[in-house]
């Protein structure tokens, strides 16, 4: 079939230049090998991340005109309660500077010290607030999820028998609620059916248990559910979307990524108007004043657009069909990805990739490392070196998956930036013998690989 150009034309542009190889090579020596450290002016292509990254479009760069910068009651604030109400079908919302933000203002309403947060699969900062509230986050995701050629259709999917078990193990007294991240982002972004929603609902209703998303990702998960579960492939997008939060108390979102906005939060409330009035609450000392919550009046606009736009088909069938073109590149090559192509990113698997080097050598790391040598290629480590120490020994952790992740910004680039990145790992691939490990020389106590800096072996 024809290759469906990106359904947008280009308005304004923004230049960026590969520097000489050997400038790369000296650039990498002076970021001590952490790809966090380089300048963005450095990097050619940068697949760092999704977050905050993507284009907007014309008419949110309007809407961001038309922004009302009241401290309180702003216009804009409305519009994007109106805007959230129609998306989501939930009655309450607080925005806030990013999904950390919601995260830091809602968790401790939620979390007893002691207690545990079960969820599918938690995102670093999600796992980082619930411990700093004195709770613990437990993973319970099927276990596919960690094969990276087995081809399931959601392999975000919370794994039910798990989480019974955990429910039991732990007291139910003991759990704070329970957390699906949709999709599920450390797992490769990989969606979450409707089907497990609903389970997870039963077995939350059981135990009286309250449900929340962590929903960065919603309106991928969405297109994945109409087009991979029977049902839903003559439901609209929007009507996933509400089917899918019609079963959740709540949510946190970064709107840095289905908001389609550079920065962004929300916190959603379906209709638990006492934990709301917790929520305007604590929002105040920490983000600010309820109908702004850390962001400007324009900030406001431009995410109250952005959520209508990212459940448009055409949008997300050119958006997921971008990451799954530069998955299937590297498939016909023969280079080990996490399969199927998830939304947001192609995960490579470094592990089998780099099968010559060990887990305390690094191979998602040494990966991320070589493509940018190779052509100034900005992606990130998602394994071992990602997971650090155990707190209690010091013991350097072995994480189930050494990925390297190739996360593509939203409206950002072109197919022919995707076959640029996918022929150079190609050629890499081809002598990926050559490629060394590399060693930690210094490093935080806490999310390490920010800040550490690292030596080739
Ligand atoms: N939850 C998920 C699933 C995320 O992917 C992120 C951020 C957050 C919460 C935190 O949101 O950055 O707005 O504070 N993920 C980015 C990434 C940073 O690169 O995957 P935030």
Not at 273 to 284: H, I, P, Q, T
Not at 384 to 390: E, I, N, T, V, W
């Amino acid at each position: 079939m024809q290759k469906m150009p990106e359904p947008y034309r280009i308005k304004m542009v923004e230049s960026i230049q590969l520097i000489p190889r050997a400038e790369r090579e000296r650039k990498l020596a002076e970021a001590h090998y952490n790809v966090f450290a380089l300048r963005a002016e450095d990097v050619f292509i940068d697949l760092l991340t999704d977050s905050g990254t993507g284009a907007m479009s014309d008419a949110q760069w309007a809407a961001i005109m038309t922004g009302d910068e009241s401290y309180a009651g702003s216009r804009s604030y409305y519009r994007l309660e109106d805007a959230c109400r129609e998306t989501f079908g939930h009655q309450y919302f607080a925005p806030t500077h990013q999904g950390r933000g919601a995260e830091n203002v809602l968790f401790p309403l939620l979390i007893k010290p002691g207690q545990v947060v079960l969820g599918n699969m938690h995102f670093d900062t999600t796992k980082a607030h619930i411990e700093l509230k004195g709770g613990e986050a437990v993973n319970c995701i099927v276990p596919e999820a960690f094969d990276t050629a087995n081809c399931s259709p959601f392999k975000g999917n919370m794994d039910i028998a798990c989480l019974e078990r955990s429910i039991e193990e732990n007291g139910v007294e003991k759990v704070a609620f329970v957390l699906l991240t949709i999709t599920c982002n450390s797992a490769g972004g990989q969606p979450v059916s409707m089907a497990n929603i609903k389970a997870v609902r039963e077995v939350a209703d059981r135990y009286h248990l309250p449900l929340f998303f962590d929903a960065a990702r919603f309106a991928e998960n969405a297109y994945f559910i109409k087009k991979r579960e029977p049902g839903y492939e003559n439901r609209s997008i929007p009507q996933i979307v509400r089917e899918m939060f019609a079963y959740v108390d709540g949510f946190t979102m970064s709107a840095k990524k289905d908001g389609l906005v550079n920065i962004g939060g929300l916190i959603g409330i379906k209709d638990d108007e006492v934990l709301y009035s917790k929520v305007r609450a604590n929002v105040v000392p920490i983000e600010g004043f309820p109908t702004y919550g850390g962001l400007a009046g324009r900030d406001l606009e431009a995410l109250a657009r952005g959520l209508r736009e990212v459940v448009e088909e055409p949008y997300l069938e050119s958006r997921i069909g971008q990451v799954a073109y530069l998955g299937e590149k590297m498939l016909a090559a023969g280079i080990p990805i996490q399969q199927p192509v998830g939304g947001h990113a192609v995960f490579v698997d470094a592990g089998k990739f780099l099968s010559h080097l060990h887990n305390n050598e690094f191979p998602g790391q040494a990966l991320t490392i070589e493509l940018y040598r190779e052509a100034g290629v900005r992606g990130v480590e998602v394994g071992s070196f990602l997971l650090g120490r155990d707190p209690r020994t010091g013991e350097q952790l072995v994480s189930p998956l050494e990925l390297l992740r190739l996360t593509i910004p939203r409206r950002t680039y072109t197919f022919n930036h995707m076959d640029f990145v996918a022929d150079a790992l190609i050629r890499i691939y081809q002598r990926r013998h050559e490629v060394r490990g590399v060693k930690v020389v210094e490093e935080s106590q806490v999310l390490r690989h920010f800040t550490a800096k690292l030596a080739l072996l």
